[in-house]
């Protein structure tokens, strides 16, 4: 019998209590939005494109902007979700001494995953012209996706003046990476795929960003589409010359995966704050 793909990228069918979930990370994204608004350290509703949502919330440490600087970007099959609902994930790594911007972007059907990803470039784009400084960028589901589309994008033909590594490394969680599979699932309906454009917007295909470092990691409590997609891309891109690492984070699922990032502790903000501070370091 053949793989179920419908099932095995159904991820609220497969975790329900995904409603919880949500409703958890809107309030602890509100207080931690009110707070650090409270506290001066956030900026909110930057405007980085021409379109409602292409806003980041920049949310930074005690230190002020002009620290080692990452981006977030919300996953929801570039179809859904708000960037409001994830304030929070900004809190580890802000108590750590990192600027986070928490990214939007538009969503399919009004646009394509691959306008998607030139809207995340720009987003990456803005920053650095405005503050100077190389990132890191994670995310979540198709935040992953988009991870690694901004690890592996080439800067200088985007800006001649932006440094190649402009993005040094990239933590893509629970991610999707050969969009192929997809081509034939109900939710094509808004990413309106065919099997060349699915290719063409899939970063395992692109051209890997030889030197840079790349961190897929998963649920072990996700679907085995969800575990070979993030093994493929952290083995593809290893052979290539990516500095990649595989990891599943005991206990989790697609959702609660998450939850680690408000814990300024825990071995997943460790590793961010590792990476944060290569993208300062590492040289151009």
């Known amino acids: 019998m053949g793989t179920d793909f419908?099932?095995?990228?159904n991820n609220r069918a497969r975790v329900p209590e995904h409603v919880r979930v949500f409703a958890r990370w809107q309030s602890e994204a509100a207080s931690y939005r009110t707070a650090a608004a409270a506290a001066g350290r956030a900026e909110l509703g930057i405007v980085y494109g021409s379109t409602a949502r292409q806003t980041l919330d920049l949310f930074c440490p005690e230190g002020g902007p002009h620290a080692p600087f990452a981006i977030f970007v919300h996953g929801g099959y570039w179809r859904s979700l708000e960037p409001s609902m994830f304030s929070h994930v900004a809190a580890g790594l802000n108590a750590r001494g990192v600027a986070v911007a928490v990214a939007g972007y538009d969503l399919c059907p009004q646009v394509t995953i691959a306008v998607v990803i030139e809207q995340m470039r720009s987003a990456c784009l803005y920053l650095w012209r405005r503050f100077g400084r190389r990132m890191v960028v994670y995310g979540h589901s198709a935040g992953g996706h988009l991870a690694a589309?901004?690890?592996a994008t080439d800067w200088h033909h985007r800006d001649l003046r932006a440094p190649a590594d402009l993005v040094t490394a990239a933590y893509a969680i629970s991610g999707v990476y050969d969009l192929v599979?997809?081509?034939g699932l109900s939710m094509n309906q808004d990413l309106r795929l065919d099997a060349d454009e699915a290719r063409r917007v899939s970063p395992v295909f692109w051209p890997a960003p030889t030197g840079r470092v790349l961190d897929a990691v998963v649920g072990p409590l996700e679907s085995n589409e969800f575990l070979r997609q993030s093994r493929m891309i952290a083995d593809?891109?290893?052979?290539a010359g990516v500095l990649t690492r595989y990891e599943e984070i005991v206990g989790t699922n697609h959702y609660t995966i998450l939850d680690s990032l408000v814990d300024a502790e825990s071995p997943m903000v460790e590793r961010l704050v590792a990476m944060t501070q290569f993208a300062e370091t590492a040289p151009s």
């Open 236 to 239: 593809e891109w290893g052979k």
């Open 149 to 151: 589309a901004m690890l």
């Open 181 to 183: 599979p997809l081509v």
């Open 6 to 9: 419908e099932a095995e990228y």
